[in-house]
């Protein structure tokens, strides 16, 4: 009983313990102006679900719609951008710019992840209480493919 428990625990992905948030954000300080942040070219954030220190609270609040269509995988082309995975945005008061750009990532070990024109390039697994799919990465796959996930 007790092996046949311990294979059972062994066997289960607890992703709780382990998670990595998928899509993180880097956002950039391309151009600058008058700014009571006193945002200055070359400032980098980078941040997940938590709000970085020292940005702009316009700012952030303004941008959070790009934010949230990246967490969605949202195609930035659609918006007149270049690339899928970028967008600039300017702030309310037209001063300041930043380059947001989405960094895609394993769900399990948090490395980043393939991606292209095509979006996410990387094999899924699926946690089955809630279900729901996971991004990750060819090594978590080999690794975890047999295993029952949780949250
Ligand atoms: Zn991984």
Redesign the pocket.
């Known amino acids: 009983m007790t092996t046949r428990n311990q294979s059972e625990k062994d066997l289960l992905l607890r992703l709780r313990d382990i998670w990595e948030e998928a899509v993180a954000f880097r956002v950039t300080v391309v151009d600058e102006g008058n700014c009571r942040a006193n945002h200055r070219v070359g400032q980098e954030f980078e941040f997940s679900w938590r709000s970085p220190e020292g940005i702009c609270t316009e700012s952030l609040i303004g941008m959070y719609p790009i934010l949230h269509s990246m967490r969605a995988l949202g195609d930035m082309r659609e918006l007149g951008s270049s690339k899928r995975n970028v967008k600039v945005y300017s702030c309310p008061s037209q001063e300041i710019k930043f380059r947001i750009e989405a960094l895609y990532r394993?769900?399990?070990?948090?490395?980043k992840l393939q991606f292209d024109h095509d979006g996410v390039q990387s094999p899924q697994l699926q946690c089955t209480r809630p279900e729901f799919p996971l991004r990750?990465?060819d090594?978590?796959?080999t690794n975890y493919k047999d295993r029952r996930i949780e949250w």
């Open positions: 394993c769900n399990i070990c948090g490395n990750v990465c090594t978590c796959y």
